[in-house]
């Protein structure tokens, strides 16, 4: 294998990007001067010692100098009693702007229901172990964020079974932001108005 195929096979690995993608940037980068390939490339080979996947939300983060918990999850400010659970990294940031004051989990992807495999690649176990920490730590609430979709409405049934035994005997709700956003939408695209009636209307 060359050098270039090696690298368009590292392309094809990448989320939603297929073969005629992938060869489409490893020649844009042969275009690119010596000086921006050893810039993408430093990046890239300084990501795992700059950023640090969050202890309590398992986010990643930018770690300047340590690790632990991201400012979200070390915040004194957030309110503890809610958590919502989300699929991905990229679906904070919306949720944030919305005015949301609780704290997250980011669970690594979703249960697809044609593909019930892919439940072992998130972060069930690690979920259900900060759940079980937290319900004696005052969590009243638990808010499942996923898409309003058969893969995200999968996820949501996924989760709440994983959770069933964490949480019975326990007064902790379980909740859907689902309802408050339209069919098909994913949080990571909604704007922050739509959020925060899917918030407020969460049931
Ligand atoms: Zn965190």
Known sequence: MTTLDKLIAHFERFPG???RQAKRFAFHLLRQDAAQIAELSS???ELPS???ECEGCARYFSRNGQGGLCPICASTGRDRSQLLIIEQDSDIQPVERSGYEG???VLGGTVPLLHQEEGRRIRGPRLKELVN???KDGLTEIILGFAVNPDGENTARYVEALLAPVLSGTTVKLSHLGRG???GSELEYADPETIKSALKNRD
């Open 17 to 19: 990007i297929g073969s």
């Open 50 to 52: 700059v950023m640090a």
């Open 133 to 135: 920490g937290r319900v």
């Open 103 to 105: 704290l997250y989990f």
């Open 43 to 45: 990046l890239i080979a």
């Open 181 to 183: 956003l339209s069919t």
